[in-house]
């Protein structure tokens, strides 16, 4: 694992996510001698606690969220900024928070859904101190992106059952996932309980709109959902072959072009990043498996959002749109 300090800062804040109470870090009698041979012990309810590849699991079945342990580890680098070379998600990250930048520094702040880690990358590059959350193994490519960095700590656990001391956390980030879990109103009430007083949150969800009723993606996904991650990819980068082009031409259309590519099911940044070529065709099979892939898609209104931070009692409200929904608020 990292050095001693910062293992014993993350001790620090970590709880048993069945009883709350407090992690002890012990070697695992059963795997001495192996690589991997430490466990959190709780203290209270005897709950033991694997700790593999360096990461905390409190997870032990994450099948019906497979799918972003798949796409991640596999794009792992696609959407980090210091890949793609572009501030794409340095913009989105600042953009929907509307955090400042030396706000971060030395703060502790919680990445819930962190996936490879794109945002992640971003509150570490202006001095939070991050720990990073995902249901998914995608905590394993987060972790080879930026392991080397000091002041992160990644964590394997379940959004509606987080393993931390409540109170916590300074700021508090949720990016690309609510939409994504069963239930998004149950999984957003458990995001205030981890903020200090006064700490704050920022989240976003797809927007639900008629025109959703229109749009393919919905139709193609009563079919793609019940494909397993192996079975789905090769087909959407079949289908990401033959039609981006067609939707590349469509979206050049004047006028109309941006909105009529959205009949074809295939992702196209063409005029909202500039994205190479190449970058093109990879963000593209990226997101549409992420569009056809997940078990859950359960966009939500502004009214329902802003309702959310309402009823969490937090302060400051902001609710508006974005390309998705974004809500953000002060505890």
Known sequence: MKGEKIKQELLEIVRCPHCQEKLLLEDDVETLGQEENRILVCQNCQHRYPVKKNIPRFVSNEH??????????????????????????????????????????????L??????????????????????????????????????HPNLEVVQADIYHLPFAPE?????????????????KEAFKILPAQLKPMGKLAVDIYPK??????????????????????????????????????SLLVGRIPLIGRKLKYIIPVVNYEGVYPLSQRQLREWSILDTFDMLSPKHDHPQTLKSLNRWFKDAGMKEIEVFRSGVHVGRGIK
């Not at 928070?97 to 702040?109: A, D, F, I, N, Q």
């Not at 819930?112 to 992640?120: L, N």
């Not at 916590?168 to 998004?184: A, E, I, M, S």
């Open 209 to 246: 709109l008629f025109r959703n009723l229109l749009w393919p993606k919905y139709w193609v996904r009563l079919i793609t959902k019940q494909l397993s991650p192996e079975r789905l990819f090769p087909i959407v980068q079949y289908i990401v072959n033959l039609l981006l082009p067609i």
């Open 168 to 184: 916590t956390f300074d700021f508090v980030y949720c990016f690309g996932v609510l939409q994504h879990t069963p239930n998004p």
């Open 111 to 148: 990445d819930v859904g962190c996936g490879a880690g794109r945002f992640t990358e971003i509150a570490l590059s202006y001095g939070a101190r991050v720990v990073a959350v995902d249901y998914s193994k995608s905590v394993e490519a987060c972790w080879e992106n930026m392991s080397s």
């Open 64 to 109: 019906d969220l497979a799918n972003f342990g798949f796409q991640w580890n596999l794009f792992r680098k696609t959407q980090l900024d210091s890949h793609s070379g572009l501030p794409i998600s340095k913009n989105r990250f600042f953009e929907h928070s509307g955090w400042k930048h030396e706000e971060l520094e030395g703060k502790l702040v």
